[in-house]
């Protein structure tokens, strides 16, 4: 069946940094549109950024363009997402989903951004 298994979240302090991992399995991945959304407490879901198959183009919301950073490992069908420069508001559970419906979604993986 189809899994996403995200991991990578933690307690960082501002400015810090930290790399989420989105590992997939049950469909083919390498021909699949991916997707980072977050949900911040008591907030709804805000999509965050987004990959084609080949990786070759990627997309991304107004609120962290410039910090950060989609990518995708074919070969180990595995959905990365490179976050620098963590403020507050980046606190949220980060999810990965499948392909422009949204789809499929993992479990979610925890950042929290706090000194």
């Known amino acids: 069946q189809v899994q996403l298994v995200e991991s990578g979240g933690g307690l960082v302090q501002p400015g810090g940094s930290l790399r989420l991992s989105c590992a997939v399995s049950g469909f083919t991945f390498s021909s699949s549109y991916m997707n980072w959304v977050r949900q911040a407490p008591g907030k709804g879901l805000e999509w965050v950024s987004s990959i084609t198959s080949d990786g070759s183009i990627t997309y991304y919301a107004d609120s962290v363009k410039g910090r950060f950073t989609i990518s995708r490992d074919n070969a180990k069908n595995t959905l990365l997402l490179q976050i620098n420069s963590l403020k507050s508001e980046d606190t949220a559970v980060y999810y990965c989903?499948?392909?422009?419906?949204?789809?499929?979604w993992g479990q979610g993986t925890q950042v929290t951004v706090s000194s």
């Open positions: 989903t499948k392909d422009h419906l949204f789809t499929f």
